[in-house]
């Protein structure tokens, strides 16, 4: 759906790069998270997406074609990436007026199902100069979805809204994209929000994409050993790829279930090898903290 091949990024007014060689696809259907510190080159790479600002060099293919060689080639991928209402205009007026000079007025009728699934129908005939911030956030959503797009970028859809303004955007996010199977990019500070959503990760940092994993939710088992690793290798041998030895190699990371999981106890029982067993949290604020510790 999504492919980006070595896309940098320098900005006339810098000495550096602000993205440098960055490459990666996104299949339909998955929802990608999008991760790193401030200033690390996220909405750099999501306005380029969205076309708002050019590469430096790479190219950005979405759906079969260079989105750079002509126009409308973003049709269907709705954008949250920076306030784009208009003031002065109603919350449902806003709507109109973008469908309008989008030239996409097939979708009036979803003008009043998206405010509703935002939560501001009731608002609707209301000017968001009045509108709180959460409410302002929930008529970029209600922009971001009104043409039904195949395809969401959302840059920090999070920030500045309470517990219950992220809930509801969280569950409306999951509702939209399981009755869609949209594809959503979604960048975020919050890391427990974001959890609740992504499946994948890309970890940006100072402009270079330095991981793109799959975070499952399950915790990690941690089996601490007695003996030197070189006395199991048949155990090794028969789990690769499900275990992997930390430390001085006295501590065994484990990704099985069920019976294979106790198959592993079973054998290991069989050497002695056994001292304690733990179990570590499997989220990307430990994968995140892990990887800043590493500067
Ligand atoms: N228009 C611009 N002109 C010059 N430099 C820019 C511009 N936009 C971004 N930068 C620089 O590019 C780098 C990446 O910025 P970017 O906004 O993409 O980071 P980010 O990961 O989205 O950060 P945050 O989490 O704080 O939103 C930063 O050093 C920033 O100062």
């Known amino acids: 759906m999504l492919e980006v091949k070595n896309v940098s990024k320098k900005f006339k007014s810098n000495e550096f790069f602000s993205l440098q060689d960055v490459s990666f696809s996104i299949k339909p259907g998955e929802i990608v998270g999008l991760i790193g510190k401030n200033g690390a080159g996220k909405t750099t790479l999501m306005k380029m997406i969205a076309k708002t600002i050019k590469p430096t060099s790479g190219t950005i293919i979405y759906q079969g074609k260079d989105i750079f060689s002509g126009d409308n080639l973003l049709h269907n991928v709705g954008l949250m990436i920076e306030a784009v209402y208009y003031s002065h205009l109603s919350a449902y007026r806003n709507l109109e007026f973008y469908l309008q000079i989008h030239n996409q007025k ?36 209600a922009l971001c979805l009104v043409t039904n797009p195949e395809f969401l970028i959302l840059d920090e859809p999070f920030v500045g809204l309470d517990p219950n303004g992220v809930e509801m955007l969280i569950k409306t996010l999951k509702k939209w994209a399981e009755e869609r199977k949209t594809t959503i990019l979604i960048s975020s500070h919050q890391l427990n929000e974001l959890e609740e959503l992504a499946e994948r990760y890309l970890f940006i940092e100072n402009g270079r994409l330095k991981d793109d994993f799959i975070q499952s ?79």
């Open 217 to 295: 939710q399950e915790n990690i088992t941690i089996i601490q050993l007695s003996k030197p690793v070189n006395s199991f290798d048949s155990i090794k041998k028969k789990y690769s790829g499900q275990i992997t030895l930390t430390g001085d190699g006295d501590y065994l990371e484990v990704n099985l279930k069920g019976e294979s999981f106790n198959s592993l106890l079973v054998d290991l029982t069989k050497e002695n090898q056994i001292v304690a067993i733990t179990t570590k949290e499997n989220t990307i604020q430990k994968y995140f903290k892990e990887e800043n510790d590493h500067e």
């Open 106 to 141: 097939q979708y009036h009728e979803n003008i009043e199902k998206v405010l509703d699934l935002v939560g501001l129908l009731e608002k609707k005939d209301q000017k968001p100069s009045g509108f709180s911030f959460g409410m302002k956030q929930r008529l970029g959503l």
